[in-house]
């Protein structure tokens, strides 16, 4: 059976959309150095040309202006950032144009591209360079946000969005994803794009997750289920700003009980979006109050012991799971 990891199918997928979209760019800081934002843009230079791969200046705004014009114009410009943490630097042209410019036009105009932004995270990065901002960009309508969990979510939705996509959509990788590795047979069948996978079929317990939460959540039912018997659904969001809301309620509705696990802080972002959705839907469907998985509330620190701590893994989940029992 062949392998594949995340590095490796957001790399085929960056070659795909260029091969496959002619009008397509790959940009940004770090783009064709000698890592290649991780080894996912390794090579694109000398195969596509200078003209199509190239680096940009330090300049998150400009930059992102620079995606404006490019996407008017008919080309399909990718854009990349090292950390997601940079896109703080292009919000006025994130937010202010991109997101509203089909709305303040009457759409006339559309503005297709792909924003890439990695979270960083476990190898010291700080307050800085560590956060998990999709919820700042979730709440502006006009952006598309999705939190890839695996190599087959990266292949479905980024050959989507390159190739069929009208909209600007940002999509957040998580650094520690990268080496996570997959069976290429799970990338071969094609699914909806842009919308919510069931990764795990359960009885007792629904966990809604996003990003690398979802492989912690099956981390923390595989112990669950071996030590306890205890089977757990698990539900990658995968676009958080288009939630499969039908599958929530059916899962949440068979299990009657729920964990939602994010990467960022818990107050007005996914894990708020998700309980609210059950709350404002079929609130009568739950046995237990809604559990949360989460950031601490505090910027992270530097220092790796700290770290640590900082962020919630698999033994949080397995926590909370045994106290809905």
């Known amino acids: 059976m062949s ?28 783009v064709t150095d000698h890592a290649g934002i991780f080894g996912t843009t390794l090579g694109l230079e000398a195969e596509f040309g200078a003209d199509r791969v190239f680096e940009t200046p330090l300049s998150e705004d400009a930059m992102t202006g620079f995606a404006v014009g ?4 008919g080309l399909y410009p990718i854009h990349i950032h090292l950390r997601n943490d940079f896109l703080l630097l ?25 924003v890439r932004g990695i979270i960083g995270r476990s190898w010291g990065q700080g307050a800085q360079h560590s956060q998990s901002l999709q919820a700042l960009f979730a709440h502006i309508p006009g952006l598309t946000v999705i939190m890839p969990a695996s190599a087959k979510s990266v292949l479905d939705n980024y050959d989507y969005v390159v190739n069929k996509c009208k909209s600007p959509v940002i999509s957040l990788e998580h650094r520690l994803l990268y080496d996570y590795v997959f069976e290429s047979e799970e990338c071969v069948s094609k699914t909806e794009a842009l919308t919510s996978y069931i990764v795990q079929n359960g009885s007792d317990v629904t966990i809604v997750a996003a990003s690398i939460m979802v492989q912690e959540s099956q981390k923390a039912s595989r112990f ?16 958080i700003t288009n939630p499969d809301i039908k599958m929530i309620l059916e899962s949440v509705s068979k299990t009657g009980k ?27 469907i739950l046995k237990a109050p809604i559990k949360e998985i989460s950031m601490a ?23 909370l799971i045994y106290a809905l029992y």
């Open 297 to 319: 509330k505090a910027p992270c620190p530097t220092a790796k012991t700290l770290e640590n701590f900082f962020y919630p893994d698999m033994g949080d989940i397995v926590d």
């Open 224 to 239: 669950v289920k071996e030590n306890d018997g205890i089977e757990v659904e698990i539900i990658d969001l995968n676009c």
């Open 70 to 73: 490019a996407a008017l114009n």
């Open 90 to 114: 292009s919000m006025n042209q994130l937010v202010n144009s991109i997101a509203k410019y089909k709305y303040m036009y009457g759409g006339c105009f559309e503005i297709p591209m792909l």
């Open 258 to 284: 729920v964990i939602v696990a994010d990467t960022g802080w818990s107050s007005f972002g996914v894990c708020a979006e998700v309980a609210r959705i059950i709350a404002t839907n079929s609130p009568e």
């Open 3 to 30: 392998l594949i990891t995340y590095r490796e199918a957001i790399a085929i997928a960056m070659r795909d959309a260029l091969k496959k979209n002619p009008s397509s760019l790959v940009y940004g800081l770090c």
